[in-house]
């Protein structure tokens, strides 16, 4: 029989990535499968690299940055090295929706020209190559969003004036910056999945473990920046979709809270839903490359730019107190005090994660910071909130949005269809519920004061991201863990801590379930297939706390790092 004729495009748009690959960069003999090669980060990406595309490619943002503002390096060099690094990542793991190589060379090359005659860099970004999930749109580069549907259109439409020229703010911002754009990333179609799979590239699998998931929805970032093809990128997240393919590829990534980076011109699902809002956050190997990306946009004043921003510039004095009372705690005098939530009553961690949370717990108490357990307002309650509010339209958009082209729609979804919309009625009670939930939290963390011995409440929370180090295909089934975050509008950074050991990260015998659902994630759990993958966690601060979440993260991450 004939294949539908949605599998065919999306067959099409699959080979016209792989066709932009130059024929150099592409990889003639077969791929060892899965199963005979888990890892195809570090020496077996490098192989195929010369020395000096390594040196550049594995050096972080801020290292990068460095070298192209002062000239020791040119644009040219470093666009080059990734595009290389990219299409070798993505020929592994499938990465990539959109390449455009070609525009990126010459876009580095007047860089380099601006720099000979000028004798200065364009910006603070200036000749760095940053990725982006492929919610932006990119003047002469689709935006599919992984709907086939979507493929030679503007977000469905197929004469609509934008196509092909409309930039989304994100991008008109970066490039002042002196940004080089190369590549979009692959997400799953809606976004709403903690696995990235589409009809177009199929699945997305983690480049440390490929019998893993990268995460989703910003997974195609996660699996980039993880196999270095990419020095920072960003991402988007609702529901934990920067977090989890963070946290998922051993990265740093930040949910900044809703307001503070540029949404604007960004495609999305379900847009115009406001009880949980969208935002945009960056990726990368290092905190300060989250910094230096986070304070890069801040500096173009997005808020002229995007009615939904507030006018909140990078607070360098926050970030210094930060650190001086990180001085003074390891100095002797406690002056930090940090939440623990080992879990959250109705899923409990895998053993990475658990492992993970006591080497974090044990490295803050060495240092001498106080910490005390988290028994906040009901994550059951929680959970019931963000579950609504992500189905207010009934699955209305996920349903027009595979119509167009009559594909079928990925098991991975959590969006289920209803026979009905809720009322706008109905939708300002959620909100109402909503505020009302985010008050009794609020209260409570203010009052962890009387607990801290510090004068004030706790200065961040640590928490799993997910129960799991990555998540085998058809897995993920839970997101409470990181739905939290975005319901009550908080900072939050994931953090490396450690990696999956099938020796050592085993299921205690006999052990308690918290409920159904966690006896079946639980089930889950296979030491085997699990091995290699990344474990880490997330700091999470309360709302506009960006400054002071970003410093205790790097100083988190890098105490971790010397005790694993």
Known sequence: MTAPSWKLAGEAKRQSILDAIPPKWRIQD?????????????????????????EITETDAMGIVEQTTSGKWKALEVTEAFCHRA????????????????AAIEDAKRQDAYFAEHQRPIGPLHGLPVSLKDQFHVKG???????????????????????????SELVRELRNLGAVLYCKTSVPATLMSGETVNNIITYTTN????????????????????????????????????????????LYGI??????????????????????????????????????????????????????????????????????????????SPKLAFAVMRHDGI?????????????VEQTLRDLGHQIIDWTPPSPVIAGDLANRAFHLDGGADKRQQFELSGEDAPAQI???????????????????????????????????????????????LISPCAPHAAVLPYKYRYVGYSSLVNLLDYTSVVFPVTH???????????AEFLSSLDRTVQGDYDAAAYDGAPAGLQLIGRRFQEEKMLTLAEHIGEQVKLRV
């Open 414 to 460: 959590i969006i289920e269809d209803s026979p009905s919309q809720r009322t706008a009625s109905e939708i300002a009670a959620l909100n109402v519920e909503k505020r009302e939930f985010q008050k009794l939290y609020m209260e409570y963390w203010n009052k962890t004061v009387e607990q801290t011995g510090t004068g004030r409440p706790v200065d961040g």
């Open 141 to 167: 580069v689709e935006t599919t969003m992984g709907y086939v549907g979507w493929i030679g259109t503007f977000q469905g439409k197929k004469d609509d004036p934008r196509k092909g020229v409309f930039e």
């Open 207 to 250: 480049p440390k473990n490929r019998l893993l998931s990268c995460g989703g929805s910003s997974g195609g970032e996660g699996a980039l920046i993880a196999l270095k093809g990419s020095p920072g990128g960003f991402g988007t997240d609702i529901g934990g979709s920067i977090r989890i393919p963070a946290v998922f590829n051993g």
């Open 87 to 102: 299409a070798l990542a993505h020929q592994f793991v499938s990465c990539l929706h959109e390449v455009f190589f070609d």
């Open 30 to 54: 077969p791929i060892p499968p899965a199963a005979d090669l888990r890892d195809v980060t570090g020496a077996y990406i490098q192989q195929f690299l010369t020395p000096h595309e390594v």
């Open 347 to 359: 899923v409990q961690p895998h053993p990475p994660i658990a492992r993970a949370l006591s080497l």
């Open 500 to 510: 999956a050991d099938q020796t050592v990260d085993v299921l205690p015998p006999g």
């Open 255 to 332: 949910r900044p809270s809703a307001g503070r980076m540029p949404y604007e011109g960004a495609a999305n699902s379900m847009d115009g839903q406001n009880t949980i809002l969208s935002v945009i956050g960056p990726l990368g190997t290092t905190a300060r490359s989250l910094k230096l990306l986070f304070k890069a946009v801040l500096s173009q004043q997005p808020w002229y730019h995007d009615p939904l921003v507030v006018e909140l510039p990078w607070r360098d004095e926050i970030e210094q107190e930060t650190r001086a009372l990180i001085e003074q705690s390891t100095a002797g």
